[in-house]
Structure formats: structure tokens, C-alpha cells
């Protein structure tokens, strides 16, 4: 198993990615390429402590970096020799199984759909996070990649979603609901109640374990293992709930410093609170799969730390070792 | 200062709606005329200890009760007597100068819609929730009045959000966001693309105080006053935002009781956790406003107790004090 690490991707590149990345290859058992500036990622590995290039880390030299504030496709097309067009297309050639990228999400969805190529049959790519809740993770598909969609998307997205999460994460038979506004079918836009009825018959054709429409507020306490939305709503979705998250958990640390009685408590709780932030951190359950595309491709959050892309690269091991894309494009073709 | 409050509606009425506007004409020297089955308000005045309805208090009888399952324009249609409606009719007559109800939202706002009209020249009302946050709470406009919209609909939610926040909550120019998934004016569906532009034009002329897009990540860190959106990405935002605080303050309580260590610490801040707990409860803040009504309409939580009563009927007292309608009207007028 080869994974492409696209080493100069994120807010913490080049060093946490090449941190990550030389865990994996030793936790993982797994071969990693590097991409991007050779002098750079090396002295990323003496900073590290080490002499050499560890065993199982190889380098791909890539002389440019595409920047977080660029137009995504004028970037992904005007800089041919950056790490994350070269990572693309050795995984295009063949060269390494699957990619990881803390980089540009707009350019890797670009990129990943210009040169690796969706799977055919697939109309569209969608970004598919994993939001940690109550039952151990729900996928929301598609969080950004499409604002406008069609109901032929949404029931894409949802077969898409539901392979991920059975083949790839194990889940048997996984619920798939559908982002509304009410339970009831006839609830949202016209989008919504189109798609209700697609999926319907999906579930009538014992082709899915479509559950029906599910509100955004039970989504963090695991009422369904994938939620398929539209890429706006998706995206309002899943920032609304780590912005709330985010300011909860602040909160609780004001409360515990508010006074020396709280701060006496905060001294007993330390490492249970700590553990819970961790495991409200998205980036602890994994990266953003790039579904539809033919190759597993995965965007590590842009803020990841070693752990974080070492996770990451876990979650491209998986994907790739599941055969995913083949499984999809037969279920895609029925 | 008349406030007429619908006794049956909500899922703890009469009793603790009742208890609720007794509180209010007692503590906000306002009158009260409570709509519902006088027996039933009766027995709640009784079970409050009191041999008779307290000074300031009324009511009118109805013998119906919408229920919250009902379709809610059949409903509204059907039940001529019911609480709400009568509720509605004494607004629309002059019998009362502000309305609480914490029945079922579609019915209300139907009823509200038919029988008490709208602002002349507003296209939509819209409901409007205040969600607590870091600035001491923010508005969103729509939250599921109107799933489908249209640029113009969303210009007048920003009008009326802004004429709410700063005549009713009194804050000075408040700061208008729209929400998006992403800052840049070039983001969202076509919906946030040309509402951008009316947004900014109103800015230009100086008739409103608009900021650009708004993430759902940082409306809970107060970014903004008022958030501007569809009643179907609101509804999302809303609920991902309510599911989300109540999913890490359950994970909270769970982490505070699950050692004797924990539970020590529990102790030294049971007040300081609950207090967090209360903030953090909408209901908190209050109602939800029904902007574009000609008169002020509060839709109190479904869930609400007497304390949250009290304070959707204080929020009702400022809203008709604040002669919001004349005002908006002059400003669509514009």
C-alpha cells in the first residue's frame, strides 16, 4: 500500500505533515510519498531527530505550493509543479494508491476531478466529513463541494455515502436520512421532496436504509449513520455545529476559571475535559473523503497536526483497501 | 400595555402558562387576558394558591385547542374557538397590543398571517428566533417560515431583523450578515449570490448596516447581529446550533459523573454548570418574533415553562412599545 502525502498542504506544512506523515509509515505499516520541496521536507526530517529519510518515506519533488487564498482552479491549472497537481497525478498513474491533502479543499476537488477523473456514472464529487456524535460518527454528504443541486445528486450522494460508511468505516446496513426542516415528507424545498421520493424507492427497491428526513438538531445525537444534503446546506450544517461545539467548550473553560472554587474543580476534571474536546475535534475521527472520485482521495482539516494526517492517512489505507470505487461504479450502473 | 397570551398552547399548558402570566402581571405591572377554557385556567389559579384570578389578569373564553400535530392552516381553519384563534381575532380588533402563543408554529403563523395581515408592502413574515451567543444574542431571519425564497424576500428579512434589533433589543445599527459558506461575495447559490448585491446597495445608500456573508461557524461567536437566510438554511443553522450545545452539554454531565474524582468536582460546580445551561437555553433569550405582522406576535417555545413565559411576554411589552410596525411599514415604503 502506497499513500501520496501532499507534504506542503495545511497552516502546519510542511513540518506536522511530514511529523504525520513519518508516524504512519512506522504505526501503519505503510509506504508514504512525500510531495513537495525536497529541501524543505528534509529538513523537516532533521528537525525531527532524524539522520535519513526513515524507511518506508519517499519524496517526490514539486516545486510550488498552491496557497490557501487562491482561486482553486486557476491555481490547480496554473501551477503544474506544485505538490498537490504532482500527487495527483502519480495517483492518477498509478504510482500510489490513495492521497492525502490538508491543502485548498476548492483546488483538490478541482484537481482530484480534472486529473484522478470521477468514477463513471458519478455526476458530481461531494466533500463527505465525518462529525463526531453519540454513535461514534455520522457522515454529512455533501458539505461545500455542489451549493446548487438536483435530486439525481442527492440520491447519488446517498448511495455514495452509504458504501463509504458500510465498506470503508463497517457500518452494516447504514441509515441514510435526508437533511429537512420536519420529519414529515412533505417538509422543505422542492429539492427535499423530490428527493424524499427518490430515495423512497430506493428503499422500496431494498436498495438502501433510507430512514426519511432527518432534523439538524438529531443529527449530532445519532439518529442515522449519513446525512445527505445539498452542499450549502451541508455546509451550514456541519460549521454551525462545530462553531456551537466550539463555543460551548469555551464557555465551560470561562466557567472553570470564573473563581478559585470552580478553578479547585477544574484542577479535578482536567484530563476528562481534555479528552472531550479531543473527542469532539473532528480531526480525531478523520479527513474529508473526496467521494465519487476514482481513486480514494482525502482532505485532512487545513489545521491538522501530526495526528491529525497521520489519522487521515489511517482513513486512505481503508479506503483503499476496501475497493470502494469499484463496488460504487457497479452500484452506480444498476 | 394589553398582552393577550394563548393559555393552551405548548406542552405544558395551561398550568404552567398561566403560572407564567400571572408572574408577568404581577412583576411587569402589565395586563394579561388569557385565551382558553376558563375552567381549566381555573383550576391552574388554584393550584397556584389562589382563591381567585390576581389583579391584572383575564380571560377569554375558547373552548378549542389547536394541537401540535394538527396540519396547521386546516387547523387554524378549522377551529374557530380555539385559544389561538381567538387570541388572534382579539389582537386584530384592538382588544389587546401584543400576542403570546407557544403553540404550534405553522398555525400560529398562519392565523397570524390571515386574521392580524401583514405590514403592508412586506412580501413575507418570517419568523425570527434571538439564539444566545458571545454578544449576547443574535437574530436569524428566516427559520422556517418560508422554505423556498427569493432575493427580495431575504432584503425585507433584513430590514425587519434590523428595524427588531435595534427598536426592540435597542442596539444601535446593528450589523447584518448573510449567511453563506464562505465570506466571498462570489459564494453560495444564486439565492445568497443576488441577495449579496441588494444587500450591498442598501448598504451604499447607508439603510443598513451590512457586514457581507457570515459563516455558520462564527454566528454563535458574535459576528454579527442579524443573520439573513432562507427559512430552510435557518431552520438548519437553528437546530445543528441547539443539537450541538445540548449534545456537548449532555457529554459534559456525563464527564462530570463518571468518577468519584469527577463528582467531587461536580459538586464545586453544579451552580456555575447550571447557570452556563440556562444561557444557553433559548428560551432564555426568549420567543420567536413574527416580523412583518402588523402587530407584535411571540411565539413562545413549545417546551416552555413559566419563567420562559414570563419572558416572551416581556419580550411582547417591548415589542409593542417599540411601535416596530409603523416604523418597518415607513421603511418598506422607502
New interface residues.
Given amino acids: 500500500m502506497k499513500i501520496i502525502v501532499d507534504a506542503m498542504g495545511g497552516d502546519n506544512a510542511p513540518f506536522e505533515i511530514v511529523k504525520g506523515a513519518v508516524m504512519a509509515a512506522k504505526e501503519l505499516d505503510t509506504h508514504i510519498i512525500l510531495t513537495g520541496r525536497v529541501e524543505e521536507i528534509l529538513r523537516c526530517i532533521e528537525k525531527l531527530g532524524l539522520k535519513d529519510l526513515p524507511g518506508g518515506v519517499e519524496i517526490a519533488n514539486a516545486t510550488e505550493v498552491i496557497e490557501m487564498d487562491e482561486e482553486p482552479v486557476m491555481a490547480y491549472r496554473k501551477k503544474k509543479d506544485s505538490s498537490m497537481t504532482v500527487g495527483l497525478n502519480m495517483l492518477r498513474d498509478g504510482q500510489g494508491d490513495a492521497m492525502v491533502s490538508a491543502g485548498s479543499t476548492g483546488a483538490l476537488l478541482s484537481g482530484a476531478t480534472l486529473v484522478v477523473k470521477r468514477i463513471p456514472g458519478v455526476k458530481r464529487a461531494a466533500l463527505a466529513p465525518i462529525l463526531p456524535?453519540?454513535a461514534g460518527g455520522v457522515m454529512l454528504i455533501d458539505c461545500?463541494a455542489n451549493?446548487?443541486c438536483t435530486p439525481q445528486y442527492l440520491l447519488q450522494f446517498a448511495y455514495m455515502g452509504a458504501c463509504y460508511t458500510e465498506f470503508v468505516r463497517g457500518v452494516k446496513s447504514p441509515r441514510i436520512g435526508l437533511?429537512n426542516?420536519g420529519t414529515e415528507k412533505t417538509?422543505?424545498?422542492?429539492l427535499?421532496i423530490d428527493t424524499y421520493e427518490l430515495l423512497e424507492e430506493a428503499r422500496t427497491a431494498g436498495k438502501l436504509n433510507f430512514i426519511g428526513n432527518v432534523?439538524?438538531?438529531?443529527?449530532?445525537?445519532g439518529v442515522c449513520d449519513v446525512v445527505v444534503c445539498d452542499?450549502?446546506?451541508g455546509?451550514?450544517?456541519?460549521?454551525?455545529?462545530?462553531?456551537?461545539?466550539?463555543?460551548?467548550?469555551k464557555?465551560?473553560k470561562k466557567?472553570?476559571t470564573?473563581s478559585f472554587?470552580?478553578k479547585?474543580?477544574?484542577?479535578?476534571?482536567r484530563k476528562?475535559?481534555y479528552?472531550?474536546k479531543e473527542?469532539?475535534s473532528a480531526d480525531k475521527i478523520g479527513g474529508t473523503a473526496l467521494l465519487g472520485i476514482s481513486k480514494p482521495v482525502i482532505k485532512a482539516h487545513g489545521s491538522s497536526n501530526a495526528a491529525a494526517i497521520k489519522s487521515a492517512i489511517r482513513q486512505a489505507i481503508d479506503a483503499a483497501n476496501s475497493n470502494m470505487a469499484e463496488i460504487l461504479q457497479k452500484n452506480i450502473a444498476e
Fill in positions: 456524535n453519540a461545500g451549493v446548487e437533511l426542516n417538509k422543505g424545498t422542492q427535499q432534523e439538524a438538531k438529531d443529527v449530532m445525537h452542499g450549502y446546506s455546509n451550514v450544517l456541519l460549521k454551525a455545529t462545530e462553531g456551537a461545539a466550539s463555543f460551548v467548550m464557555e465551560i466557567t472553570l470564573s472554587k470552580t479547585m474543580a477544574a484542577l479535578l476534571v476528562e475535559v479528552d472531550l473527542r469532539m
